[in-house]
């Protein structure tokens, strides 16, 4: 145990003398502000690359799945679960002392197909009950906290007519909620979406949000994903939205944070996957390396986003990047495929960025 301390203490300092990581730790700077997370694939789980492997010890203390723990994924046929890459991902958070999110119980998409044969809220229910149950259960105890329902209001805030709604109506909502604290009842149990900013999109979930709390369910959170963009939503939105989600008295995480650069074809905001576009060289100006001006705002727009997250710390529990370095991020294929993004804080070579640096930056001025 200690030689393999030593070993990865070691393996540290060469990545850091290298210039790879830099001398500090993000999740140490905020440690008592919130949890800074990310986002892991396979490769990642797995420590395929003991570069990344040191730094994501490192800067990060929770970890979300970015795909393995989707009931696709976790839970593809009936009575077939695939616990194999969750199961790896929680020993490598306890190896790293780093917490769990879970993501995500209850979610539309990425959903495996059996859920969409059950025809009677009955058959729906106790479908979701052995899910959350096998699921949450396995893990129970070693979550900080679920996603239990993910991306179930529209951006116009009505509900969105998934597979549950359809099946089930509004009932699925609560019941969600209430079969996930039974399954793990000290996690914390958080509703997830995008495009939180919208004021119609805002307004229903705080209508959502209500009935949950109404019908007697525990909902201790909600995350808003951070798929922004250099321009929006503004800064006065994002805070109208925390202070909004924090006065139903529950606490607020940002739960997928990356910033797109790149130009945005038909304005899309958020992360609704049938919105799609052509990959053009307009759309792609970046190919070969991001210009120092737009690292810049990139920078500055990261330090505005995380001075906004410290002024309300007492509202936000976690903050969560979604990915950890740019060759990584889904965005580099949303909504155009194949183009070079840069939304997250270290590089394709796992430097730290500018944005990393400003980030930090705004700790050492305390
Ligand atoms: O980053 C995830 C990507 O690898 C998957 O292909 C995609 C499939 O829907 O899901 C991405 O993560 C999504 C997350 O689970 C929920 N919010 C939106 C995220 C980006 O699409």
Redesign the pocket.
Known sequence: MKSRLLLAAAIVCIISAAGNISAQSLAKAYEKDFLIGT?L?NNQILEKDPVQAALIAKEFNCYTA??VM?SQVIHPEEDKYNFEMADALYALAKKNNAKVHG??LI?H??LSRFFRDKKTPEELAAAMESHINTVAGRYAGKTVSWDVV??AVEDDGSLRKSTFLNVMGEDYLALAFKLAAKADPNAELYY?D?SMTGKPKREGVIRMVKKIQESGAKIDGIGM?G?WHLETPTIEDIETSILAYAALGVKVAIT?LDIDVLPNPRNVQG?D?SQRAENTTELNPYVNGLPADVEAKLAKRYQDIFALFLKHKDKISRVTF??VNDGDS?KNN?PARGRSNYPLIFDRENKPKEAYKSILALKKKK
Do not use: D, V
């Open positions: 986002a694939n970015e795909n989707k993501h995500t979610w998409s990425q993910n991306e997830n995008y994903q798929h997928e992360a996957i979604w990915g889904w949303f």
